[in-house]
């Protein structure tokens, strides 16, 4: 088919660009430049990938039937899986940028070719059809297993730019998924993960506000199959600096979001983390409490779970801060009023945070603010007031507090 592989590209790429075509036929023309691509891209040994080490069932099985022979064998055999689990991070550090040293020396005759494929295939991430998004991701991830180190990085950063504020949230989602396979398939490497993770996280809080309409749920769903990915990819010490923001905005995620399927989702892909990366704060504790059956009923969520999360420190912070500064400004008014009660269940994990931070925070917002965030922020004055009922509040908060009533009138 190669000799053919530049008169089908012409063909298709003369083919019409609008969406009126229906889902089917721009589904199927992905598909067939996602094939076309793979033909002038021979399969060829990539070096370069992550490798996160021997996961091979049969070697697994072949070292226990050896630790009933010998016990000996069993210590050998331990030693032997954990260098060759570690072996290739040995000779890879964690500041891997392209070296060419890495990387094959495959020459690539038809380069403009597979950057016109590459290009329409992002172009397809932008699709209103969520099978377009999903089979373009699927083919740039095929592509790229076939491609040098540096092509990779170029193809990344053209998918990390679909990632802004002038992007719809179609694109959000069709760059999240081109990022979870690229992860799958070991095409990411540690060192472009400062630069993935943070758009990760944007993209798990990601709501777009058109019209009567929402937008976003499908985004943060794809962001939380991204996190699941990235935990079956890597090695838990290239993770390790990104534990802590992931674990965090996971639980927030599970617990807050409005959509059942994201949450989740979020708790799928928390308990993955916690399997495959074992370093998730208090992973085991927060994984039997917020299940996939549990996130399932929203009040549940907010006014029971959460309390049971903020015995662990670590996560106390980041929720109130999330509730405060997201939820009660929420565009949905029982997310805002389920977020001002959970403030007050959670006003004995801090007290002092929650009277001397939130409470002058939310009782600025009652008094000036958007329509949305001003219900909200009194909603959570008032019920944090009730809740610290033996806290003494310091004159400054009650000559504010009797302002909201005026400010609303």
């Not at 009126?20 to 370069?48: A, H, M, Y």
């Not at 260098?83 to 550090?93: D, E, H, M, P, V």
């Not at 400062?194 to 937008?215: C, K, M, Q, T, W």
Request: contains cysteine.
């Amino acid at each position: 088919m190669l000799p053919y592989a530049s008169d089908l590209l012409g063909a298709v790429l003369q083919l019409p660009g609008d969406s009126s075509k229906g889902i089917l036929l721009c589904r199927l023309e992905t598909k067939v430049l996602q094939r076309i691509g793979l033909l002038f891209c021979p399969p060829i040994n990539t070096t370069w990938q992550y490798q996160r080490g021997c996961r091979s069932l049969q070697d697994n099985l072949e070292s226990l039937l050896m630790s009933h022979d010998n016990k000996d064998s069993l210590v050998s055999a331990k030693v032997a899986d954990h260098s060759l689990y570690t072996g290739f991070q040995n000779n890879i550090s964690s500041d891997i940028s392209g070296d060419c040293s890495l990387t094959m020396n495959c020459e690539l005759f038809n380069t403009d070719e597979v950057a016109e494929v590459i290009d329409k295939l992002i172009s397809a991430l932008r699709s209103q059809f969520t099978g377009v998004r999903w089979s373009a991701a699927k083919g740039i991830g095929r592509i790229c297993s076939r491609l040098s180190s540096s092509m990779v990085n170029d193809v990344l950063s053209a998918v990390l730019s679909l990632c802004t504020k002038l992007e719809p949230y179609t694109a959000w989602h069709g760059a999240c998924l081109a990022l979870a396979e690229l992860g799958r398939r070991s095409l990411l490497l540690p060192s472009k993960l400062p630069e993935v993770i943070p758009v990760v996280l944007r993209a798990l809080f990601y709501d777009e506000r058109s019209g009567d309409h929402n937008y976003g749920s499908n985004v943060r769903d794809a962001g939380c199959y991204v996190c699941w990915a990235f935990a079956r990819a890597y090695h838990p010490k290239d993770f390790v600096d990104y534990v802590v923001p992931i674990a965090s905005s996971l639980v927030l995620v599970s617990l807050f979001d409005r959509e059942v399927s994201v949450r989740r989702a979020a708790s799928a892909a928390f308990q993955e983390n916690v399997g495959r990366q074992g370093q998730f704060p208090h992973g085991i504790e927060i994984l039997t409490t917020c299940d996939y059956f549990s996130v399932g009923n929203r009040a549940h969520c907010y006014l029971q779970l959460s309390v049971s999360v903020a015995k662990f420190k670590e996560y106390v912070e980041p929720m109130i801060d999330h509730l405060v500064n997201v939820r009660l400004g929420h565009w949905d008014d029982s997310i805002r009023y389920l977020a001002a009660c959970a403030l007050g269940k959670l006003y004995i994990a801090d007290p002092d945070y929650m009277m001397e931070i939130v409470l002058p925070q939310i009782i600025n917002g009652s008094i000036k603010s958007t329509l949305h965030n001003q219900q909200g922020c009194i909603f959570g004055t008032g019920e944090l007031l009730c809740a610290s009922s033996s806290y003494v509040i310091n004159e400054e908060n009650l000559l504010k507090i009797k302002e909201i009533v005026p400010a609303v009138s």
